[in-house]
């Protein structure tokens, strides 16, 4: 019995269309040692932030709904964002970085794009 694999042309598109706007965004973007860029990136089920310094090419701090700590808090994935926010402000302050830039890597600054970002300030984090 074979398997037909349907691709659906709104998705596709809707793919594309956050491609295109992840590359503009990324041209104006950029993370210096002095202030690092903080990336988000978001799937159905998680969501994931890392500051990255573009000069070095590294990663400085990250955090995700995929820790065990994260995983095991109580609420919808909006709360879980915050969470991971205020995760990610922690670690990057523990590692001296107090001023970031935002970059929210295509997505829409609302839902949890928006509670992560409202996470990472509520604990200290300068964008």
């Known amino acids: 019995m074979a398997v037909s694999l349907r691709i659906n042309k709104h998705s596709a598109a809707k793919a594309a269309s956050r491609q295109r706007r992840q590359v503009r965004g990324r041209k104006k973007i950029f993370g210096s ?3 690092p860029r903080l990336v988000v990136t ?5 969501i994931s ?7 070095a090419g590294r ?11 994260v995983r095991s808090a ?3 994935k909006s709360d879980k964002a915050k969470v991971v926010g205020a995760n990610l402000a922690a670690r990057a302050k523990a ?3 107090e001023q970031v830039v935002f970059d929210r890597a295509g997505n829409k600054y609302h839902g949890r794009i928006a509670a992560l970002a409202d996470g990472a300030r509520e604990a200290g984090l300068d964008f």
Do not use: F, N, Y
């Open 74 to 76: 109580t609420g919808d």
């Open 59 to 69: 990663t400085l701090a990250s955090a995700s709904t995929m820790e065990a700590d």
């Open 42 to 46: 978001r799937s159905a089920k998680h």
């Open 49 to 55: 932030a890392q500051v990255i310094d573009d000069v």
């Open 33 to 35: 040692p002095e202030r």
């Open 95 to 97: 590692a001296g970085i």
